[in-house]
C-alpha cells in the first residue's frame, strides 16, 4: 500500500494507467520492498540473494494483476475501427482514453 498508491497515482498523472504498466511497476516495486523487508529483519544484514528478489517480483506481479482485476482493467486489446492501432478496453470511465 505504502508503495502502490504513489506508483498508480505517478501512471495516472502520466496517462500511463493501464495494465502493463501496472503489472510491471508492481513487479520491481515489489522485488525492491521484498528484498529491504528481507535485509532489515535478517539477523546479520546480509545482502539479499537473488531468490529474495524473484520471490518479491512475483509477490509484486500477483499483486498488479489482482489491482487490474479489481480495478476493472482488462487485459485484452481490441482493435479500433479504421485503425490497425490495438487500444485498450476500459471497463470505467474514472480514466477514460485518449482519442
Not at 535478517?42 to 545482502?47: G, K, P, Q, T, Y
Request: aromatic residues 12%; glycine residues 10%; negative net charge.
Amino acid at each position: 500500500m505504502c508503495f502502490g498508491l504513489p506508483l498508480i497515482l505517478l501512471l495516472r498523472s502520466l496517462k500511463a494507467l493501464n495494465w502493463l504498466s501496472i503489472s510491471i511497476g508492481a513487479t520491481v516495486t515489489g522485488a525492491i520492498a521484498f528484498a529491504v523487508f528481507s535485509w532489515a529483519i535478517s539477523w546479520d544484514h546480509e545482502a539479499p540473494e537473488f531468490s529474495q528478489y524473484l520471490f518479491g517480483a512475483v509477490l509484486g506481479l500477483v499483486s498488479g494483476v489482482a489491482f487490474c482485476v479489481g480495478s476493472g482493467r482488462r487485459f485484452a486489446a481490441r482493435h479500433n475501427s479504421g485503425t490497425s492501432a490495438l487500444k485498450t478496453t476500459y471497463v470505467s470511465d474514472l480514466d477514460p482514453p485518449e482519442e
